[in-house]
């Protein structure tokens, strides 16, 4: 059986791994460090404009490879599975969190507090802004003050959100840029972002994507990417609760068991498949799984709700003009009270909904040539915007990830079922928040002329997190805030799964500030030299 030793073992491929084997091995680089992941390493940046073209002629997956047939989960919202993970066509939206998604016990009495404190906590966004290389403009709210400037200006407004922004900002509200983990100049070895509008496949490189990390570290003699390889158990140590070494197998040799060994291993394989792998790693010893002595493994499964609408406007909007690129408003992160608890952003995008280039009138006539541009001309001296809020729910105890003993992978591992589900006080002001959105949504209407044409809920929690919580009770938690779990010293849990709650905004900049500050805390269980 091969058998692979290193100073520490990263379990899974993706923006957190990427970012925490970078940091220790800035720190650290006298240590071994090898990743290991079970997807495919798709490093042919080179094929990545014909990627684009393919995807926009025919509406194929701009990563052809990037997942694996029988390794899915019921619930899951990306079936991602490559070096990179699901930063490799993320669309690089970086917002910040603010204090109150910390401190949600203490300052409403709703849910729980995360054992870190805010200012902590934004001197790793600072870190993990200039490690993505993120571009954008400061908050106007002073609770959103910034201890460093972004990287990078933002990028600049097409006519489409300058459009946008005039209407939006006529409601009261104030709008700005989302910042976004793209280059506004050269930065980083990476090229400037000249709008392709195919973030999902970036062709360029400006779109910031774990791979470039992962090419870089392989420079290294002491680094290791061992991709194609499904780690499907941790093992202890027989006398110890550290855990000893990882039982893998390679897809390309699958009769062939593989084991990695080390001092050190961390999981960095996200909300899904983190807990999934230790509740997988049972034993006599432990025999609901590892780091599960609270019960709390794969528990507390979050995300975000969000409602949306599609509102017509007094705008001339051209779609296709970087279309992902967005506005922002965080006024709405800051609530008075528990009893008019509706915390959420406040997004506003273009959109060509009732406003394409089509070839057939409303009353049958073929369109072509002049007929087709002057019909379009018509139907463009009003615009669409779409609007989303992604409201603050949190989790219950219930809401799950589990052992599916009906659905198995070739191996015959047990695959993980999501369940969400939301505590009852979230529950509670269900209808309190659906009629806070119809009324905001109706104030944007009204201010600039506009006409809300449909609105709606999301039906899954997005941007999701959660199965691994941080905290300070070893009851009520399954590590500390630095990913080092309760039960085994030498097991960490990077990323994603830590997060007690999921916020009211996009999740990727949190997740890697959480890994940034926790590679110190590795870093330390080395002595130097």
């Given amino acids: ?114 054992p870190l404190a805010w200012t902590e906590l934004e001197k790793f966004y600072c870190e993990a802004e200039r490690r993505l290389g993120v571009s954008g403009e400061p908050s106007p709210f002073a609770e959103d003050r910034r201890s460093e400037p972004y990287p990078m200006a933002a990028m600049a407004m097409t006519h489409n959100l300058i459009e946008l922004k005039r209407w939006a900002d006529q409601s009261g509200v104030p709008f700005q840029t989302t910042p976004q983990a793209k280059n506004t100049e050269p930065y980083d070895g990476r090229a400037k972002c000249i709008r392709c509008n195919t973030c999902a496949i970036c062709p360029t490189g400006a779109r910031y994507s774990p791979d470039y990390t992962f090419r870089r570290l392989l420079q290294r003699k002491n680094f290791a990417l061992h991709d194609q390889t499904l780690v499907r158990k941790l093992v202890l140590d027989d006398a110890k609760s550290t855990v000893a070494a990882a039982e893998a197998v390679s897809y390309l040799k699958p009769d062939e068991p593989v084991e990695y060994r080390a001092p050190v291993f961390a999981l960095t394989s996200g909300y899904c498949w983190s807990p999934h792998l230790l509740l997988l790693s049972r034993s006599p010893r432990f025999p609901n799984g590892l780091a599960n002595s609270s019960g709390l493994v794969g528990r507390y499964m979050c995300g975000h709700a969000f409602q949306s609408a599609m509102i017509e406007i007094d705008a001339k909007i051209y779609p296709g003009m970087n279309e992902q690129h967005g506005l922002i408003s965080r006024q709405f992160f800051r609530v008075k009270d528990r009893e008019h608890f509706v915390r959420h952003d406040l997004r506003v995008w273009e959109s060509a909904s009732g406003h394409e280039p089509r070839l057939r009138s409303a009353d049958g006539r073929i369109l072509l040539g002049d007929s087709l541009l002057a019909d379009w001309r018509q139907r463009a001296q009003r615009g669409t915007a779409r609007v989303r809020g992604y409201h603050d729910v949190h989790p219950d105890r219930e809401s799950s990830l589990t052992l599916d003993a009906a659905a198995k992978n070739r191996f015959g591992d047990p695959l993980p079922k999501i369940d969400h589900r939301l505590d009852a006080a979230t529950l509670a002001r269900r209808d309190f928040t659906h009629e806070h959105f119809q009324q905001l949504f109706q104030k944007l209407a009204q201010a600039g002329n506009g006409k809300v044409l449909n609105t709606g809920a999301g039906n899954y929690l997005d941007h999701p997190a959660g199965g691994c919580r941080m905290g300070g009770d070893p009851a009520s938690s399954v590590c500390d805030s630095f990913g080092q779990t309760h039960d085994h010293e030498n097991l960490f849990v990077a990323g994603s799964p830590t997060l007690p709650n999921a916020g009211c905004t996009n999740g990727t900049l949190t997740f890697v500030a959480l890994t940034l500050r926790s590679a110190e805390r590795v870093a330390e269980r080395f002595h130097k030299g």
């Fill in 1 to 114: 059986m091969p058998r692979y030793e290193s100073d520490i073992c990263i379990i899974g491929g993706g923006i957190t791994a990427a970012m925490l084997a970078l940091k220790l091995s800035e720190l650290r680089p006298e240590l071994s460090i090898t990743v290991v992941e079970a997807g495919k390493r798709l490093f042919d940046t080179e094929n990545r404009m014909a990627y684009r073209q393919r995807t926009i002629d025919y509406a194929e997956n701009a990563w052809p490879g990037d997942f694996i047939e029988d390794q899915a989960a019921q619930g899951v919202i990306s079936r991602t599975m490559a070096v990179g993970g699901s930063a490799l066509h993320w669309g690089g939206t970086c917002n910040r969190f603010s204090e109150e998604d910390l401190r949600l016990k203490s300052m409403f009495g709703l849910y729980t507090d995360w």
